[in-house]
């Protein structure tokens, strides 16, 4: 047990002290009045402050020249078909889908023709072969089991990934569908520039 000196003790206390003695000093704030400003702060910092305008983050896009990929005619709903985009190196195998449901930025008449590149954004892990057609989603991926839902965007629904799989940007010209670019970087790669 430590014992304090009882001059110190004393200031502590608030013995002693001239002001404390003659009712003129008094703490500016309380614990409780710390905690609720801290928390009103904090709200102000995760939400926003109301009527300020909002900060905005523009999208990561990389265009690259067109490659046709595939007929939208030729394409069955949950049969996925495996592509490279957006050039012929290292992590760039890609799947092209038709979900039979809107997602985003699905292309074709019912929005639902989507592309993803096929490489976890967490450590790399291979996600060929895991499409889920009940729900839409990619995934588990092997290594530490993140899945990713292609209807929004490829944003990852668990697992240990923090970011979306980078979705391959479409364009439809009549019945052919062109590759045109990335949404997202490409796991391995500093930048989405081609080689």
């Not at 102000?44 to 067109?66: D, H, K, N």
């Not at 495996?82 to 290292?90: K, M, Q, R």
């Not at 364009?171 to 052919?176: A, F, I, K, W």
């Amino acid at each position: 047990m430590t014992v304090l000196d009882p001059k110190i003790a004393a200031a502590i206390n608030g013995e002693n002290d001239e002001a404390a003695q003659a009712g003129t000093r008094k703490c500016l704030i309380n614990r409780r009045q710390v905690l609720l400003s801290g928390g009103i702060a904090t709200s102000l910092v995760m939400v926003g402050i109301p009527g300020a305008p909002e900060a905005q983050t523009p999208a990561v896009i990389s265009t690259y020249p067109r490659k046709l990929i595939a007929k939208l005619s030729a394409l069955k709903t949950d049969e996925p078909f495996d592509f490279e985009y957006p050039d012929e190196g290292e992590y760039a195998e890609s799947i092209l889908v038709k979900l039979g449901q809107v997602s985003g930025g699905g292309i074709g008449p019912d929005k639902d023709v989507v592309a993803f590149n096929y490489t976890c954004t967490h450590q790399g892990g291979p996600l060929q072969g895991t499409y889920q057609a009940a729900d839409k989603a990619l995934g588990p991926c092997p290594l530490h089991l993140t899945t990713f839902d292609l209807t929004r965007h490829g944003i990852f629904i668990s697992g240990q990934a923090y970011q979306s799989l980078p979705q391959v940007l479409l364009e439809l010209d009549g019945d052919d569908i062109y590759a045109v670019g990335m949404f997202g970087l490409i796991y391995g790669r500093f930048d989405n520039l081609q080689a």
